[in-house]
T-cell receptor, first 113, second 114 residues
């Protein structure tokens, strides 16, 4: 158990809808990262927050957004969903701002029908 | 941009065989290098890391050495077990490249037969 929790574990929704994925980092970790894992694209970094502020962006679509709250939990919002958004979404946390070890949650499997 | 290349497999070995999974990288700065393992239906677990050239990361019998001259970070284990069957990902972070997320290889599916 990495100490990172994600909810829900599974999510099934229709095209055009909006969903919110939730992540609680390990106790004391200030950095939260979001990743997408799909068969065709592999594992891709989406976005990083550090202590409530956006710190780095990867291959995140404009339809996707995230935030980190004062209690350090984070939410990833996916809107106008398309079939191609079906994937595993992982959250990871780290104690450090840069180049730190990242600890991954169990993931949320999103299926868009 | 940064990238990681590794053999995709599947790689099938017999129990107690020697394992090598090759990983090479390109990066703009001075990356930290990682190996992660993913068991079926689970998230990724950090296996080992190295943060500078010539560092050796090791854990649970697995080892990898950061080779700057060959831009490589190959994973090795002297005697594999059935329980090592999983997908292994080589990854790097390179804050000099502007983003601190991990850049992953495509993963190597390892199958160990009894």
């Amino acid at each position: 158990d990495s100490g990172v929790t994600q909810t829900p574990k599974h999510l099934i929704t229709a095209t055009g809808q909006r969903v919110t994925l939730r992540c609680s980092p390990r106790s004391g970790d200030l950095s939260v990262y979001w990743y997408q894992q799909s068969l065709d694209q592999g594992l891709q970094f989406l976005i990083q927050y550090y202590n409530g502020e956006e710190r780095a962006k990867g291959n995140i679509l404009e339809r996707f957004s995230a935030q980190q709250f004062p209690d350090l939990h984070s939410e990833l919002n996916l809107s106008s969903l398309e079939l191609g958004d079906s994937a595993l979404y992982f959250c990871a946390s780290s104690a450090q701002k840069l180049n730190g070890e990242q600890y991954f949650g169990p993931g949320t499997r999103l299926t868009v029908t | 941009g940064d990238s990681v290349t590794q053999m995709e497999g599947p790689v099938t070995l017999s129990e107690e065989a020697f394992l090598t999974i090759n990983c090479t990288y390109t990066a703009t700065g001075y990356p930290s290098l990682f190996w992660y393992v993913q068991y079926p239906g689970e998230g990724l677990q950090l296996l080992l890391k190295a943060t500078k050239a010539d560092d050796k990361g090791s854990n649970k019998g697995f080892e990898a050495t950061y080779r700057k001259e060959t831009t490589s970070f190959h994973l090795e284990k002297g005697s594999v077990q059935v329980s090592d069957s999983a997908v292994y990902f080589c990854a790097l972070t390179d804050s000099g490249g502007g983003a601190d997320g991990l850049t992953f290889g495509k993963g190597t599916h390892l199958i160990i037969q009894p």
